[in-house]
């Protein structure tokens, strides 16, 4: 979250490059309507499997998400591990104790209602200002003409990690390789990781 499509487009032509037969799909998973915002958290796994073997494809299928798209792939992930050969889980969160989701919860239902009100300029500010992002450098242009901001809005907080279920227990079961990666200088995703890593 905010991400786009052109975020990854680096991608086709990098693995070009190195000669790998690899095709990259990558969905506007705000604009598709059975993927959208629109779909409860615990549903979007279900429709996002069912989405992909509607993409004719000749490769193993391996989910790649970041941040909440990270997130939204566990989803699948657990949903259907049969369907999918691997992952990589770029900086997501697992899952938080019962105990802190309505916390969660009630920031990013703030963050929700900014991004209903207030400027788009301001507000993209405001959210690299967040010590998640600190010392971040090359951030991708977002403009404003490319969003839905109700969509927007409403991503922050049907997805959030206060609606997410614990995925520790899952990620402990289930035997499909996953490469989970996180900014070495994240020191809480650093930490996170490593217990996953532990864990397994």
Known sequence: FPGHP????????????????IESVVPDYLAIPEISSSKELSKWGASFNKWALQQPSAHQRILVGYSQGGRLALNALKHDPELWTAAVIISANAGLPKSERASRLKNDERWAQLFLTESFEWLLGEWNKQPVFAGS???????????????LSESLFRRSVGHQEDFHPFLREIEKPILWVTGEE?????QMAQKIAADN
């Open 137 to 151: 450098i090359n951030e991708p242009e977002r403009f404003e003409n490319d969003y839905d901001r109700r969509q």
């Open 186 to 190: 994240d020191t809480r995703y650093v």
């Open 6 to 21: 052109t975020d990854y487009q680096w991608v086709p032509n990098a693995t070009r490059e190195q000669n790998l037969s």
